[in-house]
């Protein structure tokens, strides 16, 4: 019996789901429900601060996305709560199928994060590699209010220049975008392609082969001069003072945008926009959530 292509196409395609709702009450901020379709999961939330802030780890046991994979993540904060989400290891979009019989290529990846009056939340997953060849698409949507407070960062890898892999051949698009009360106030999508050029050109990433954003929402921290709270200007003053000590400044840049602090990396290194990304973390978290940086124990490991 001669398989259909619809069935061949449903069996190659692996979407996923995953939907994680916290609360905050009298014993601290505690992952409420869990809802899962596929290869996606968290083990438990982990309180190595304390009862009051969630450690999220975030497994998806491939350890990569292939053609016809969906992602979709959903993480909602309920008022008050706090959460740091993060991913055991690298993402990696692999090479896209070219069997043109199957019908697929497209890799696709959704992150929706829903953080309420009060609530905070810090995404900080590891870097995403883009294999030479990959089809893929990522999105990360950020709905905040205006009393709730956001950090977050996504690091995109485009090849593996360190193993003479470039990325020469596919597609890769991210999309990221910052709603505040159903409002958009920003929205960042480059779309890079063997044949357009963004790779090489000085308006693209100009041969480096590492993109990264970091995004800081706090308005009530860092946008109004009380006694204890630096301004925003301050607060970036301080940041590129720090940029400046470690000889970064042709990879980093800071904005201010209406409150949106977006702060950009362009270089050759994960790990040395990581270490940046870090040093910036240690003076932005204690204004934001009023705690020392802790990283996840996982990051050691």
Same mark, same amino acid.
Not at 69 to 91: W, Y
Not at 141 to 155: A, K, M, N, R
């Given at each position: ?18 939907? #994680? ?16 379709? %596929? *290869? ?21 046991? *491939?350890? =990569? ?37 199957? =019908? ?31 089809? %893929? ?14 950090? %977050? ?65 706090? *308005? ?40 949106? #602090? ?13 270490? #940046? ?25």
């Amino acid at each position: 019996m001669i398989q259909s292509t619809t069935a061949v196409v449903n069996s190659r395609q692996w979407v996923a789901n995953l939907t #994680l709702d916290f609360s905050f009450n009298s014993l601290g901020t505690q992952l409420r429900r869990t809802r899962r379709n %596929g *290869p996606l999961t968290v083990q438990k939330a982990f309180y190595p601060e304390g009862q009051d802030c969630a450690h999220i780890y975030l497994l998806h046991p *491939p350890a =990569g996305i292939v053609s016809g994979d969906e992602l979709h993540v959903e993480i909602n904060l309920a008022d008050n709560a706090h959460t740091l989400i993060t991913t055991p290891g690298a993402n990696r979009f692999y090479r896209a199928r070219e069997d043109a019989n199957i =019908g697929i290529s497209k890799q696709v990846q959704v992150t929706t994060l829903n953080v309420n009056n009060g609530a905070k939340c810090e995404n900080f997953p590891q870097e995403t590699i883009i294999y030479n060849g990959a089809d %893929g698409f990522n999105t990360v949507d950020i709905h905040l209010t205006e009393q709730s407070v956001y950090l %977050g960062w996504d690091i995109t890898c485009m090849g593996l220049p360190s193993s003479n892999e470039l990325f020469t051949l596919g597609q890769y698009t991210q999309l990221n975008r910052v709603f505040i009360d159903n409002t958009l106030i920003y929205h960042d999508r480059i779309a890079i392609s063997a044949s357009n050029n963004l790779l090489h050109h000085p308006a693209g990433l100009a041969g480096n082969s590492v993109f990264a954003t970091f995004l800081i929402y706090a *308005p009530q921290q860092l946008n109004h001069n009380q006694d204890q709270s630096p301004s925003s200007k301050i607060v970036v003053a301080n940041m590129r003072a720090i940029i400046n000590e470690q000889q970064a400044q042709q990879h980093i840049s800071i904005t201010d945008i209406d409150g949106l #602090l977006v702060i950009r990396y362009i270089g050759h290194q994960a790990q040395q926009c990581k270490k #940046l990304f870090l040093l910036l973390w240690q003076v932005l978290r204690p204004l934001t959530v009023d705690k020392k940086a802790t990283q996840p124990r996982i990051w050691y490991t």
